[in-house]
């Protein structure tokens, strides 16, 4: 559902092919902006929707065109449009950590006017739920200093609260729609059962 979302909100309506004939073939995205941010105890979710907007739109060509051969020119323009999408992503990784989410969210926040035209739309948070861990927490800061673990720290002094409320201000001064997944999503490799 993650990777739907965010190639209807970055791929265009319409993908003109110049070759073989100058004709438009509907994508059905919407050619706006999305952020993506993700945690660093999950995959890079990245090659997975580079993948799959390809294949989207070399399905919407054969489609449209009929069963034709792949030419070069076609990957060249192919391989353009899905750069040119991706153009439009901002990609933020963090450590699963409130005050990792709240920076993150805030530098969308920051950042939006200047570095995007057309504003923020969509914002995707995926393995938010790791930042729930602070037992997790407590045992990787104590590993580090070879101490025992302490149950109870809090990420950096920022709670979810103040993660929630930076979620509102996306929602409020960007207009743009915010997805928490609590979980990786992305697809994974099948297993194999004997």
Known sequence: MLLFLLMTTLL????????PNPNPIELGGRNLNAALIYSTSHPNP??????RMRDTITSAVHAHLGN???TPELEVQIDGMVKECLGRLKV???KPRWK??????????AGNGEEREGGM???????????FWAERWA???SKARGMKSRIGIRGGDISIGDVMEDVTRLRKDLGAVVILSVQGLWVRPPLLLN
């Open 100 to 109: 990792e989410w709240s920076l993150a969210m805030k530098s969308i926040l």
């Open 92 to 94: 933020i990784r963090v």
């Open 68 to 70: 034709i051969n792949s």
């Open 46 to 51: 990245l090659p997975n929707l580079q993948r």
């Open 139 to 141: 045992d990787e800061s």
């Open 12 to 19: 265009p309506s319409t993908f003109i092919l110049k070759y």
């Open 121 to 131: 739309h969509l914002v995707v948070c995926d393995g938010f739920s790791d930042g």
